[in-house]
């Protein structure tokens, strides 16, 4: 896959550690002062008190040109002044985010339209295997989660015309 020349100031990491959502949506504020609006999506681990711990591995050398593959994307469908699109990696718990994405536009549309563009596109792609953990039984209590045909159909609505 080749590197991507992104338009606009993207931030797209694959974090270890967990974040602050708060302090990232701050900074990414601060830095586009210009910017009409910012939308942003948190995804968390569920607490419904039936999932112990979720564990999101992925494929180094696709993930991260992937996500800049999508950002890309996004900033050349709408006119955005900045894009970040965080994911954890790692063993996560309750409640800890696993996902923010945030686009910075003039017009609250192109926002709105472009975190959801890349939200979808993330949950359903292939460089990310996710696994939760709920209780005790076969294999410690862990199976593995994988995309609904909802999740494909949510992305696969942006090739519309």
Excluded: C
């Excluded at 694959?14 to 999506?41: D, R, Y």
């Excluded at 991260?64 to 996004?74: H, V």
């Excluded at 990310?128 to 294999?139: L, V």
């Amino acid at each position: 896959m080749a590197r991507v020349k992104l338009s606009a100031p993207a931030d797209v990491r694959i974090l270890e550690n967990g974040f602050s959502v708060g302090e990232a949506l701050a900074a990414f504020n601060a830095g586009h002062p210009v910017s009409g609006g910012i939308a942003s999506f948190v995804g968390k681990v569920r607490p419904d008190g039936e999932v112990k711990a979720l564990e999101l591995t992925h494929y180094a050398p696709l993930t991260l040109p992937g996500m800049e593959e999508i950002a890309g994307r996004a900033l050349e469908r709408w006119q955005l002044d900045g894009i970040l699109a965080w994911h954890r990696i790692g063993t996560l718990t309750s409640g800890q985010p696993i996902v923010l994405v945030a686009a910075a536009a003039r017009h609250r549309r192109a926002a709105f339209d472009a975190t959801d563009f890349v939200m979808d596109h993330l949950k359903s792609a292939a460089w990310f295997w996710k696994r939760e953990r709920r209780g005790s039984g076969p294999n410690g209590g862990w199976h593995w989660i994988t995309p609904h045909d909802a999740d494909y159909a949510a992305r696969n609505r942006w090739d519309s015309p």
